[in-house]
């Protein structure tokens, strides 16, 4: 089992920044990839971004050039740096793991998800 914790969201104004960290606790044999998630009100979960074992990065479109994803593995940590935020930013983000990349891409492959931190963007 994997524990993932959000934290780090709350409210900024648009152009501002913030940075989302996700501390991940368990077993970790299974997990070779971690990524973000969003969910706007009435939406489905968007994928964000992915980064792998390997550090390899992955973006959705929409968060291309704002959006940095890292990770820190000696403290089991994946941040989410957001940059130049709008008000359709707006939305809980979520910390997903999976054990393959195509498997975080889609909702339905994650295997561990996190409770979710809100991001609210002041226009």
């Known amino acids: 089992q994997v524990q993932l914790v959000e934290s780090g969201g709350g409210l900024v104004q648009a152009g501002g920044s913030l940075r989302l960290s996700c501390s991940a606790s368990g077993s970790f044999f299974s997990i070779n990839v971690m990524g973000w998630y969003l969910q706007a009100p009435e939406k489905h979960r968007e994928l964000v971004a992915t980064?792998?074992?390997?550090?390899?990065?992955n973006y959705a479109d929409s968060s291309k050039g704002r959006f940095t994803i890292s990770r820190d593995t000696a403290k089991n940590t994946v941040y989410l740096q957001m940059n130049s935020l709008k008000p359709e930013d707006t939305a809980v983000y979520y910390c997903a793991a999976a054990p393959f990349l195509s498997d975080v891409i889609t909702p339905r492959g994650v295997r561990y998800w996190g409770k979710g931190t809100l991001v609210t963007v002041s226009s």
């Open positions: 980064i792998t074992s390997g550090g390899t990065t």
